[in-house]
């Protein structure tokens, strides 16, 4: 990645003791976390991005981090908030971090005033202001104003052209990539560039929502295993039944595009051989194993053999990307094809990215975080990077 780093400007400054000195830093982080009953059920990302924080400060910076937190979609939305946020940032830092109830204006501008050398101050959620994903210059320009210096340490939301992504980059003095944003496209590089074979498992709901996915990788990858409910449309596509199983019917031909891709370029598409149904999606619903789907069954996980199978190919790649689940994993009766798949890739020798919510939950679950190459956070800014799409927050930091 062609952009400047934070030892950038460490290393130019003549102050080596507090390098960035009186230098107020605006941070793009992604604090985006996963809130249950207005608690924070998962705090990777707080983790994920202390390092640059803590950077920053050792070298004397005044910080000043900005993140959103869900979609409030341009509007206050106090469950949405980041102020609670503030405690778990500063136990992570280990140092206090001040809060500001609005993330421009006056009340912004008093608390970044009121910063010294190596404080940490948090602004409320960006997303309140409709000027953030709309990039609205004048919403650009009052974030900038916060700040001498901007780094972009938000990989979640590289692939967005929001006003803290792509419009306060060029109304700074400086800008650089932030440490994990940094070591997010060093390993997600390595899957566009891929030691061979890559094998690339993909899942989830809707073969619409990752077309672009599909298509890209099903010229890239040496094997392309597909699971999830999104398997169904490939499954129909081949004149197989689906049953009562999730299938868009508008997007067969896209899926069988998606195979003369494949074959057109030597790339292995696996679908599913057998399947867990059930007459629905209950909790508590009698399941069967089958390898063809009766009428009337819905396919809700990727059958043992499969996930046999899906687990083997892991063992026999060199790289592996996966995003997505097998099933419905978050019912116990429809979670062993995706646990499969993330032991498979845990026990795999292979450099593996593992991307998605849901792909993550699952690895966190059986506790297999530490047997992967690179747990990256974020989801869909990963599966546009691994297209070989340009991403805007990137982008905008090369220019
Ligand atoms: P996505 O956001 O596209 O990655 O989709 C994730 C969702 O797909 C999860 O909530 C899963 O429960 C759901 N899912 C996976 N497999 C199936 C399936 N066979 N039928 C219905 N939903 C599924």
């Given at each position: 990645?062609?952009?400047?780093r934070?030892?950038?400007?460490i290393r130019?400054?003549k102050?080596?003791?507090?390098?960035?000195?009186?230098?107020?830093?605006?941070?793009?982080?992604?604090l985006?976390?996963?809130?249950?009953?207005?608690r924070?059920?998962?705090?990777?990302?707080?983790r994920a991005?202390?390092?640059t924080?803590?950077?920053?400060?050792?070298a004397g910076?005044r910080?000043?981090?900005?993140?959103?937190?869900?979609r409030?979609k341009?509007?206050?939305d106090p469950?949405?908030?980041?102020g609670p946020?503030?405690?778990?940032?500063a136990?992570?830092?280990d140092t206090?971090?001040?809060?500001?109830?609005?993330?421009v204006g006056?009340?912004?501008?008093?608390?970044?005033a009121?910063?010294?050398?190596?404080?940490?101050?948090?602004?409320?959620?960006?997303?309140?202001h409709q000027?953030?994903t709309?990039n609205?210059?004048?919403?650009?320009?009052?974030?900038?104003?916060?700040?001498?210096?901007y780094?972009?340490?938000?990989?979640?939301t590289a692939h967005?052209a929001?006003a803290?992504?792509v419009?306060v980059?060029s109304?700074v003095?400086q800008?650089?990539a932030g440490e994990?944003l940094h070591?997010?496209v060093?390993?997600l590089?390595?899957v566009?560039?891929?030691?061979r074979?890559?094998?690339?498992?993909?899942?989830?709901?809707k073969?619409s929502d990752?077309?672009?996915v599909?298509?890209?990788?099903?010229?890239?990858?040496?094997?392309l295993?597909?699971g999830?409910a999104?398997?169904?449309t490939f499954v129909?596509?081949?004149g197989?039944?689906?049953?009562t199983?999730l299938v868009?019917?508008?997007?067969?031909?896209?899926a069988?595009?998606v195979?003369k891709?494949a074959a057109?370029?030597g790339?292995?598409?696996?679908l599913?051989?057998?399947?867990?149904?059930?007459?629905?999606?209950d909790?508590?619903?009698?399941?069967?194993?089958v390898e063809q789907?009766p009428?009337?069954?819905?396919?809700?996980?990727?059958?043992?053999?499969?996930?046999q199978?899906?687990?083997q190919?892991a063992q026999?790649?060199?790289?592996i990307?996966w995003?997505?689940?097998?099933?419905v994993f978050?019912i116990?009766a429809f979670a062993?094809?995706t646990?499969?798949?993330?032991?498979g890739?845990?026990e795999s020798a292979?450099?593996s990215v593992?991307?998605?919510?849901?792909s993550?939950a699952?690895?966190?679950?059986?506790s297999l975080?530490?047997?992967?190459?690179h747990?990256s956070?974020g989801g869909?800014?990963s599966?546009e990077?691994?297209q070989?799409?340009?991403?805007p927050?990137?982008a905008?930091?090369?220019?």
């Open positions: 990645m062609n952009a400047k934070i030892d950038d400007w130019s400054s102050d080596t003791a507090q390098p960035l000195a009186g230098v107020r830093v605006l941070v793009r982080s992604d985006n976390v996963p809130l249950k009953d207005g924070i059920a998962d705090d990777t990302r707080i991005s202390a390092e924080l803590r950077k920053l400060c050792q910076a910080v000043v981090v900005c993140s959103h937190l869900g409030p341009g509007k206050t469950a949405l908030s980041l946020i503030t405690a778990a940032l136990q992570q830092l206090p971090v001040s809060f500001s109830e609005d993330c006056p009340t912004a501008h008093s608390k970044v009121a910063l010294e050398d190596g404080q940490v101050l948090l602004l409320e959620n960006l997303r309140f000027g953030e709309e609205e210059p004048s919403f650009a320009t009052e974030l900038a104003h916060l700040a001498d210096h780094v972009n340490d938000a990989f979640g967005r929001h803290s992504t419009g980059v109304r003095a800008s650089a994990l070591h997010e060093a390993q590089e390595a566009l560039n891929p030691k074979p890559l094998l690339c498992l993909l899942g989830g709901a073969v990752k077309l672009g599909l298509e890209a990788l099903a010229e890239r990858a040496d094997a295993a597909i999830g999104m398997a169904y129909s596509a081949r197989e039944g689906t049953g199983s868009e019917p508008d997007r067969i031909e896209a069988r595009s195979e891709a057109e370029s790339c292995r598409l696996l599913p051989q057998d399947h867990v149904v059930a007459q629905s999606m909790p508590q619903a009698t399941t069967q194993v789907i009428d009337g069954s819905m396919g809700l996980d990727i059958g043992p053999k499969t996930a199978d899906y687990a190919e026999k790649a060199q790289t990307f995003n997505g689940p097998m099933g978050e116990e062993s094809g646990e499969s798949v993330a032991s890739v845990a292979a450099f593992v991307g998605g919510g849901d993550l699952a690895i966190n679950r059986l975080g530490s047997a992967i190459s747990l956070t869909g800014a599966l990077f691994v070989g799409l340009t991403l927050g990137l905008a930091l090369e220019r």
